[in-house]
């Protein structure tokens, strides 16, 4: 069982940045991979980027070559670096946790971000 927590949401404006951060509590040896999801109003979740246990990371290609997904050594806080930020990414940011053998879904509250143009 895991805890995320995101922050680090507000307003900016376009090609502004903003960085993201979901902490992780509980127990966290057993969490496989780390990501970042995003949902817009009236608009499907979509992934944005993830990162593995090894270390191996994955973006959408909207995102690609803006955004990077980090974490700390501990592996209890992943980040989200969001840079050249348009005002097509603004939803509401969800950080998300590949937990336990079956790879079983938790979620944070989500945080969100909305880029004026």
């Known amino acids: 069982q895991v805890q995320l927590v995101e922050s680090g949401g507000g307003l900016v404006q376009a090609g502004g940045s903003l960085r993201l951060s979901c902490a992780a509590s509980?127990?966290?040896?057993?969490?496989?991979?780390m990501s970042w999801h995003r949902q817009a109003p009236e608009k499907q979740r979509e992934l944005v980027a993830s990162?593995?246990?090894?270390?191996?990371?994955n973006y959408a290609a909207s995102v690609k070559g803006r955004f990077t997904i980090s974490r700390d050594s501990a592996k209890k806080i992943v980040y989200l670096q969001m840079n050249s930020l348009k005002p097509e990414d603004t939803a509401v940011y969800y950080c998300?946790?590949?937990?336990?053998?079956?790879?079983?879904?938790?979620w944070g509250q989500g945080t969100q971000v909305t880029v004026s143009s």
């Open positions: 998300n946790a590949d937990y336990g053998p079956r790879n079983q879904a938790f």
């Open positions: 509980g127990n966290i040896n057993d969490i496989n991979g």
């Open positions: 990162i593995i246990s090894g270390g191996s990371t």
